[in-house]
């Protein structure tokens, strides 16, 4: 394999451009002072005055809440439009599901912005920013779900029919047993983007509810301060737990994202 | 193929079963927000924020539709700067992607079976972390008390040269959305490159090519795919991009979604921000057009 000394230090730049800001963060969070200039010691500091910021505890309690019922919603929508898109050619689901993704997030949250208020008349809060989570999750969940039909054997399900199995008892016995690492994984995919997601969430909050990464936003608009260095490290762990438990469910989601 | 299709149908819901539940939500709050928009862009701003009425009792008041949103956008050299500004970073963007990621892509796809998939992960972790995370990150490293800025005004200093501030500048925006986009661009880019059979390059060594011969007459032309691929995953997010210049930019480094932010949120003149929104989303399908054109002259070589 061609693999000569420049492409190694092309591709190991690389990787440091991707990994030092973020270890920057991780290092930080444990530093004895107020400026994220130099080192002076290490400190718990920052972690115990985040345990202790009500704002940021509440935020947190309601990116979870939002998080896990877009989520499993999502999770429910995505599977069967992940199902219907493998089994019906049918072009307008197809274009319905990948438009939300395909496009600027911006977009999605100001016309879900105009949506909720000129036309549903619905002050912005949980229930508006956990449809439009679940509006941007469906495609993924269908799309990982998809991927796993695909791979699978078509003559079982044509085994099932001659044995007399209904629709149920085929799905309940033979498909859903064969796409559930895919379901899990898609699942787990929505929760992360859920979490993390700050575009669509900042135009279909309105002003009572804020979550976690509305809350980063309006304290690094603020001020830089430690906390946030906390926070920060706490939430790529929690991804980073949610990827690598998605990777050893549905090893070849990774394989076929995006 | 219609006899399978006859028979194993009935193992299966009925169609509407299975693609009504999630098509009714995503035409709920996909296309039916969509339309709402393109209509709310030929309305008139209301008095107090939002949409004027449609009908009015009283003819002073202004009400129905309008092309004045549109009339606005072109009258005034602002905007129209604004989003040609905004396509010029989200192309500088992609382009600084294609090649910080096309080394990368290429050392993965040339390397043994059983590390690739880690090295993937490599690449995919820092981006599964939320961005604001990274754009915090690049706030403290171009941060005026940082080393970097201190160091390169030592360094202008010596010659001589007034010392510059990192953050908030166009440099910093840039940097920052190249970070935040970059594994977008890494993961079409080694799909493709993995798939290539490494026979092609010895058939052309053999025949007298050099190391650059050999790349750019075999592996460039072959992954045109990958990068065109790359590219629009990279392009069309960035310049819907608002957080970055918002927060890492200066006052003339604005972007399109900036001014969306602002009519939506700030002046609250919902019919001037559709408008934006529509402007930016006919940019984006023009993008996407030309990308589908040029990859389809390109499939010749695939």
Partial sequence: MRRGPWLWAAALAAYAFLYLPLTIVVIYSFNDSRLNAEWVGFTWHWYHE?????????????????????????????????????????????????????????????????????????TLGMLSIVLAHITFSIGFVAVIVRAQLTSIDESLFEAARDLGATPWETFRYVTFPLILPAVIAGGLMAFTLSIDDFVVTFFTAGVGVQTLPLRIYSMIKIAVTPEVNAVSTLMMLLTLGMIVLASRIAPDVLKGKV | MNDERKLSRSTRFPRWLVSGP??????LLVAIPG???????????????GLAPLAASDPQTLHGFTTETYRFFFSDFIYVEVFIKSF???????????????PLALLIARSPKRSRNLMMLLVILPFTSNFLIGIYAWMIILGPQ??????????????????????FSPFAVMITMVYVYLPFMVLPLYTNLEKHDPALLDAAQDLGANAWQRFWRVTFPLSQPGIFAGSALVFIPAIGMFAVPELLGGIGDIMIGNLIKDQFLGTRDWPFGSTLAIL?????????????????RGGRYA
Avoid at chain 1, 90 to 114: D, R
């Fill in chain 2, 146 to 167: 940082a080393a970097l800025n201190q160091l390169i005004n030592i360094l202008l200093g010596i010659f001589g040269a007034a010392p510059v501030q990192l953050l």
């Fill in chain 2, 35 to 49: 339309v709402i928009m393109v209509f709310a862009s030929f309305r008139y701003p209301g008095e107090f924020g």
């Fill in chain 2, 22 to 27: 999630p098509l009714l939500f995503l035409l």
């Fill in chain 1, 50 to 122: 985040l345990f202790h910021d009500e704002d940021m505890l509440i935020a947190a309690g309601n990116s979870l809440l939002i998080a896990l019922i877009a989520s499993l919603s999502a999770t429910l929508l995505g599977t069967m439009a992940g199902l219907a898109m493998h089994r019906y050619d049918l072009k307008l689901l197809n274009f319905m599901v990948l438009a939300p993704v395909a496009m600027p997030e911006i977009l999605l949250g100001v016309s879900l912005l105009l949506f909720f208020i000129q036309v549903l008349n619905l």
């Fill in chain 2, 280 to 296: 930016l989303t006919l940019a984006v399908l023009l993008v996407v057009w030309l990308v589908a054109k040029l990859s389809g």
């Fill in chain 2, 88 to 102: 010029v970073m989200a192309l500088a963007t992609t382009l600084i992607c294609l090649v910080m990621a096309y």
